[in-house]
């Protein structure tokens, strides 16, 4: 069983020391920017670029004649490694810098920024090195849409086949849709708009009234719907309308399918958001309940006037529907029907193939067409009555992936809900935090809501709460897939 294991493992080992040695040379960012403002956490760079691209050379050494053609199955093994061991390396500038920060904090705060969650166990932040936070924000940034997809489209040298690491990596059903006929092509487009988009955040963040400095960071966080802020006090701090409205613009945006976004930007069309079967239910969903939630707001007088209430309900509203996690308020204060609702609408709201998480905008949608068929069968048992989306009948065999899917992640949620319950937090505190952290959202209720951090949990709390945000931005599937033993079988 042993050489049988390492037999899988040291060839999909030897890709993955590329992949670290090119997210040594991500850190080379925050290094620039500890260098421009001459910060105290200059020299953690220097020695955390060697340790991990020491590492990466190591790993490639060791294994060199293992080398082989991969499998399909090893993008499933590489994807795993990527997302649970570059965040150990990830960790590094942190706990250099802060000396009393513990490894299980360490590895929750870059997890949560890898999987764009942006839950902290950190405060002070505004006091934190200009570097540090850059750091943290660059994460997400590369986490949104997907560091596998990165080293495909710069790296076609890898020696494996592209697109078995785009389907294990990228949520939901655009796995089975090439938007070019090369993979890397593709993964190329995609980061292209991507960063274009983001470019494009940057601007408008400097206009709305942010320093140069706050908007790079803040669009990083935008983009990959990553949610941390350099301050404390989240969007509060700027306390500005405007910039509210740029960040709802664009964490819409973000909240949309990159695979639409790159045909309407290859097309010069806007016909690809018309096509798009979840673009029109996440719009019409999220800005409904926007309306609803301020006319709830003000009906129960937590704020004077309806434009007041409009502000806060959909700033915080649209931040978590979309899994990014900002807040200007503290919306644990609210009557309990509506973070509650944000938190419902986090589990389904953003689109298949954002940056966002959660079950996605198509499985909601496709369960509700399977009930609706099954309504009408138990009415006309011989009728034959196709589930359609868009317009094309859905393949039953996607139907019963989606139905498996729902069991899985209802499993997941009531199992990781008991783990935290069992050690003493209250329900509230518990779901929340298991809710917040599958859908990769970021802040909960009562104990890890928006006014406070992640650091109040014990080690075994926050051990699950990462193991919930690494399961939530792999879909489940691509993470449980790794602990069966039929992944192992030749």
């Known amino acids: 069983m042993l050489p049988a294991a390492v037999h899988r493992i040291a060839p999909v080992v030897n890709v993955f020391s590329t992949v ?52 399909p199955r090893d993008g499933f093994l590489l994807v795993f490694l990527v997302w649970t061991i570059l965040p150990a390396f990830a960790t590094l500038p942190l706990m250099l810098y802060i000396h009393d920060l513990s490894f299980t904090d360490a590895y929750f705060e870059t997890v949560s920024g890898i999987t764009t969650t942006g839950a902290t166990t950190l405060s002070n932040l505004d006091q934190l090195p200009r570097s540090i936070n850059f750091w943290r924000c660059e994460l997400v940034w590369l ?50 708009v991507y960063a274009g988009i983001t470019l494009a955040c940057i601007l408008a963040y400097r206009w709305a009234g942010m320093s140069w400095f706050d908007a790079i960071c803040h669009a990083f966080s935008t983009m990959g719907l990553g949610g941390f802020s350099t301050h404390d006090a989240s969007y509060a701090f700027f306390d500005s309308p405007l ?40 719009l019409i969903i999220t800005l409904a309940s926007c309306a609803g939630v301020a006319w709830y707001l003000w009906h129960f007088a937590v704020y004077r006037d309806f434009l007041t209430a409009l502000r806060y309900a959909s700033f915080n509203l649209v931040s978590i529907a979309t899994t990014t996690g900002y807040a200007n308020t503290d919306y644990n204060l609210w009557p309990a029907f509506v973070p509650l609702w944000m938190l419902f609408l ?37 009728a034959q009555v196709p589930v359609k989306l868009g317009g094309q009948v859905v ?11 729902m069991s899985i992640y209802g499993a997941c949620v009531t199992a990781m809900t008991f783990l935290l319950l069992v050690t003493g937090l209250d329900f509230i505190t518990a779901f929340s935090a298991v809710i917040a952290s599958i859908n990769n959202t970021g802040p909960g209720l009562n104990l890890v809501g928006p006014g406070t951090t992640y650091a109040v949990l014990t080690d075994f709390q926050t051990w699950v709460c990462t193991s919930a945000m690494l399961l939530g931005r792999l879909e489940l599937f691509t993470l449980l897939i790794i602990f069966t033993p039929a992944f192992w079988r030749r």
């Open 346 to 382: 986090c589990c389904f709201v953003s689109c298949s193939g954002s940056t966002g998480g959660g079950i996605k905008m198509i499985r909601a949608q496709l369960l509700v067409r399977q009930g609706l068929r099954e309504m009408v069968k138990l009415v006309h048992p011989s």
């Open 143 to 192: 986490g949104g849409m997907g560091l596998i997809v990165l080293a495909v489209a710069i790296l076609p040298l890898l020696g494996v086949g592209g697109m078995q690491l785009y389907k294990a990596e990228t949520p939901g059903p655009m796995k089975d849709a090439k938007l070019t006929p090369r993979i890397t092509e593709t993964a190329k487009g995609l980061w292209l």
């Open 243 to 282: 910039i509210e409205g740029v960040a709802i613009v664009f964490m819409l945006i973000a909240g949309m399918n990159f695979a639409t976004h790159f045909l309407a930007w290859r097309q010069k069309s806007l016909r690809p958001y018309a096509l798009d079967p979840e673009a029109r239910w996440f």
């Open 395 to 405: 393949p039953n065999q996607i139907v019963f992936a989606v139905l498996a899917f």
């Open 20 to 71: 670290v040695m090119i997210f040594a040379l991500t850190m080379a960012a925050p290094l620039i920017v500890a260098y421009i403002y001459n910060d105290a956490a200059l020299l953690t760079y220097d020695e955390s670029i060697v340790i991990t691209f020491t590492s990466g050379v190591l790993m490639r050494l060791t294994t060199m004649h293992q080398r082989r053609e991969l499998q």
